[in-house]
């Protein structure tokens, strides 16, 4: 865990102390966000349609040059809320920073190959070159890793793991240079409009592990003693986000206002964006995301050890945030 203050240092905020459980001023959110990322679609469809000040909220997006440095503005309480997956906040529990976690995405990644690759099963990926988004400790690599597992089949040992970042690897595969890519869910979207294809999702692979539906791997992140003290504004946030999301999920003419943010540089590749963020909304009660976050929690610790998880060998109780009237 980084020090307080090299914490206070890094977000430029030095003498400025966090209080993760102050009120938040007027009711006023202080958000994370990438500038590309997939929550700014959604905090763009909730000022269009007045989502939040519905909910007498008030949203300042704060905006971040990484996902490492929203982490950093979280701990140093210089923004409210961030996205991040469930594996950070297990690992800060256990380290004695309460925060918790609420569902925003369960789209996580894909291994894609070339448009006219068919390999057998997991034994066809035997001694090719696979690219691997975020390294060999990305909670999608090892998924995947112990999904082969139980057909016999040690992936990085009996393949070519290349780690790279996604925009590296996705152009890697169109040019030929590897034979499968495992990148996340909207570079995925984007080599299908070039013409690659999907093998297998990692959302299948969640199944074949024993969860019960899409894993909402993303979500909304903030301190559980700051959530405490300002339940109504985080309950107001998840209801306009649930909103957001569902005039996205029905309303193609919505998204002809986001198409400058997303980056689409043909038609195709816009409508593959639309429909993985669709194919994304979580659906599922909170107590059934949680159950089976436990459950690829212990496979994915058990294969990233300390390294993944720290001291945090199971998920930890209160990892996921209960919303008002949410099932216990």
């Known amino acids: 865990m980084l020090h307080r203050r090299a914490l206070l240092a890094m977000a430029g905020l030095a003498g400025l102390a966090p209080c993760p459980g102050h009120a938040a001023s007027s009711g006023t959110l202080r958000v994370g966000v990438l500038r590309f990322g997939t929550l700014a679609w959604e905090l763009d469809t909730m000022a269009r349609h007045g989502l939040a000040a519905a909910e007498g909220i008030g ?33 800060q529990r256990a380290q004695e920073q309460p925060l918790q976690f609420a569902p925003f995405s369960t789209s996580i990644g894909s291994v894609m190959v070339p448009a006219g690759s068919v390999p057998s099963g997991f034994a066809g990926l035997r001694g090719r070159r696979i690219g691997v988004s975020g390294g060999p400790l990305d909670k999608a690599w090892l998924l995947l890793v112990a999904r082969a597992r139980r057909e016999g089949i040690d ?40 013409g690659a294809r999907e093998w297998l999702a990692i959302e299948r692979v969640e199944e074949d592990l024993g969860a019960a539906g899409p894993v909402a791997m993303l979500g ?5 003693r700051w959530a405490l003290a300002n339940r109504p504004l985080v309950d107001g ?31 195709a590749m816009f409508l593959r964006l ?23 929690y212990a496979v994915m610790a058990e294969l990233g050890g300390t390294k993944l998880v720290g001291h945090a060998t199971t998920l930890p109780p209160g990892s996921f945030y209960r919303p008002a009237g949410a099932a216990p």
């Open 274 to 296: 639309r429909d993985r963020f669709r194919a994304g909304i979580p659906r599922r009660p909170v107590a059934a995301e949680e159950a089976d976050a436990a459950r690829l």
């Open 59 to 91: 949203i300042e997006a704060v905006p971040l040059a990484s996902n490492e440095a929203g982490r950093v503005a979280l701990q140093a309480g210089t923004v409210d809320v961030i996205v991040g997956d469930w594996l950070w906040v297990a690992r």
């Open 237 to 267: 946030l998840l209801r306009a986000s649930a909103r957001a999301k569902a005039i996205l999920r029905e309303e193609d003419a919505e998204w002809q206002a986001l198409r400058p943010q997303m980056q689409a540089s043909s038609e």
């Open 220 to 224: 909304y992140i903030f301190d559980e």
């Open 155 to 194: 992936l990085p040992a009996e393949t070519e793991p290349v780690y790279g970042a996604p925009p590296l690897l996705a152009e890697q595969l169109l040019r030929g240079r590897l034979d499968a890519a495992l990148v996340f869910w909207n570079f995925a979207a984007r080599l299908e409009a070039e």
